[in-house]
């Protein structure tokens, strides 16, 4: 199975918490149909069916990453 990068699950779990926000005002109607664009989008790029366990999965690959980063370099030298 193809992973999204973790740049591209960090950008989506951060949109993600921006239009999962409670909204007021006349733009709930496109927050919420883009609410549902970010779920779908999460879920396919971490092979899940629901948002809780996409964004576990997203915050894992992301920390790996993040490990991997940090370790990289300096195992090098």
Do not use: F, K, N
């Not at 992973?3 to 919420?32: D, F, I, K, N």
């Not at 779920?39 to 990453?65: F, H, K, Q």
Request: glycine share 6%.
């Amino acid at each position: 199975m193809l992973m999204a990068h973790p740049a591209v699950l960090a950008r989506l779990v951060e949109e993600y918490e921006m239009v999962s926000q409670p909204q007021v005002g006349g733009r709930r109607e496109l927050l919420r149909q883009r609410l549902e664009d970010v779920v779908y989008t999460l879920c396919v790029s971490t092979g899940t069916r629901d948002i809780d366990a996409a964004l576990a999965s997203a915050r894992e690959r992301m920390g790996a990453a993040w490990l991997t980063a940090a370790d990289g370099p300096a195992a090098v030298a």
